[in-house]
Nanobody, 112 residues
Framework: QVQLVESGGGLVQAGGSLRLSCATS????????MGWYRQAPGKQRELVAT???????NYADSVKGRFTISRDNAKNTVYLQMNSLKPEDTAVYYC??????WGQGTQVTVSS
C-alpha cells in the first residue's frame, strides 16, 4: 500500500521561506515520478513542480526561480523548497506519486 505523508507547512510572512517534505512508502520510490500540487480556496488543484526518477524537473511558471523540488531516494522523500513566498502561494499543498497517489495535504499560508 502506497502512503505519502507531507509535513513542513505553516504560516509565513511574504518574502519568507518554507520547506515541505513528503515521505512515502509502498513501492520502489527511486523509479517513481514525484510531484507537488496545490489547491487554493475556490480554485482547482494545480501543478507546482515534478521530478522524475532521473532528476529532471518541471515547474509551473508562477513558481519558477522561487521554488525548488528535490528528492532523496535513500530516504524515500521528496522536498519542495519555497523561497520569496507571496500571498498568492497560499494553498493546501499535496504530494503526488506517479500521478496516481496523493498525500493528505499540508496548509501553507503566506501573510502580506
Amino acid at each position: 500500500q502506497v502512503q505519502l505523508v507531507e509535513s513542513g507547512g505553516g504560516l509565513v510572512q511574504a518574502g519568507g521561506s518554507l520547506r515541505l517534505s513528503c515521505a512515502t512508502s509502498g513501492s520502489i520510490f527511486s523509479i517513481n515520478t514525484m510531484g507537488w500540487y496545490r489547491q487554493a480556496p475556490g480554485k482547482q488543484r494545480e501543478l507546482v513542480a515534478t521530478i522524475t526518477s532521473s532528476g529532471s524537473t518541471n515547474y509551473a511558471d508562477s513558481v519558477k526561480g522561487r521554488f525548488t523540488i528535490s528528492r532523496d531516494n535513500a530516504k524515500n522523500t521528496v522536498y519542495l523548497q519555497m523561497n520569496s513566498l507571496k500571498p498568492e502561494d497560499t494553498a493546501v499543498y499535496y504530494c503526488n506519486r506517479n500521478f496516481v497517489y496523493w498525500g493528505q495535504g499540508t496548509q501553507v499560508t503566506v501573510s502580506s
